[in-house]
């Protein structure tokens, strides 16, 4: 899986390079973000039938972490003058153990009371997205306004571990998002900025990943900015149950090139 990713973004950077020499204008912006993280619930169970039991992965892990994003975007101009394409990785992991205090029946395996269990829960996504400004006859000087989509690649695992006990629950796969971003500048160097990826599944499930900050150029290459995010997410069929929520504050720094 490792490799593959690496190999997605070398044949993404090499497009982006060869559309970059071909148009003196564009521009590369990286963003390094910083997320310090409450995960209020991560309830898991599987299958999602009388077979399999219902847990909170915090009561093993905790509910606080510290997470970080990275991304690379790229002015592009593709179908529409301004248009960008992005690459976000966004990992999320929470790991700990704890005395189970009882009985709790995953995929298959049964974890007995009053031992050690080691809870592992990994839901990595690897997000592209293409995105156009729209509504450009808005005050052009202060608001822009931006939709899109997102192709998101989701690696996720969930493991338990007890003496004598194992399971491990691996999960791959697409999930596709719809894209928004709105700024507002402000004067002075200072913007605001709230931006989301979406997509609603059945059963209440799906994901909602929303942001907004506010941004601070020290300099027109470079910029600082803080804020808040939350993120709700999960799926529900006969095989399994899953349904996380987050909330975090943010801080990071932009470079554009």
């Not at 179908?79 to 189970?100: D, K, Y």
Request: glycine letters at 8%; charged letters at 20%.
């Amino acid at each position: 899986m490792s490799r593959l990713i690496r190999a997605a973004v070398i044949v993404l950077c090499l497009a982006l390079q060869a559309r970059a020499d071909a148009t003196a204008v564009d521009h590369w912006i990286v963003q390094l973000e910083v997320n310090p993280t409450q995960t209020t619930s991560n309830t898991l169970q599987k299958p999602n039938n009388s077979t399999g039991t219902r847990f909170d992965v915090g009561d093993y892990a905790g509910e606080n972490s510290t997470l970080g994003r990275f991304s690379l975007a790229r002015t592009v101009n593709w179908g529409r003058e301004g248009s960008e394409l992005r690459f976000n990785v966004v990992p999320f992991q929470q790991s700990g153990t704890q005395i189970a205090t009882s009985t709790i029946r995953y995929d298959g395996v049964t974890f007995q009371p009053g031992l050690p269990l080691t809870v592992l829960y990994q839901f990595n996504t690897y997000r592209l997205t293409y995105d156009l400004p729209v509504w450009r006859d808005v005050k052009p000087a202060v608001w822009e306004f931006r939709v899109g989509g997102t192709l998101a690649l989701r690696d996720a695992q969930t493991r338990l571990t007890q003496p004598g006990a194992r399971a491990n629950y691996i999960n791959y796969g697409p999930v596709p998002l719809f894209y928004a971003f709105a700024a507002r500048r402000l004067g002075h160097g200072w913007q605001l900025e709230a931006d989301v990826d979406a997509f609603p599944a059945p059963g209440g499930g799906g994901l909602l990943d929303t942001s907004a900050r506010a941004v601070w150029s020290l300099t027109p290459r470079s910029a600082l900015f803080i804020g808040v995010r939350y993120e709700v997410g999960g799926a529900e069929d006969d095989s399994i149950y899953t349904f996380l929520h987050q909330r975090s504050a943010l801080a990071g720094v932009r470079f554009t090139f």
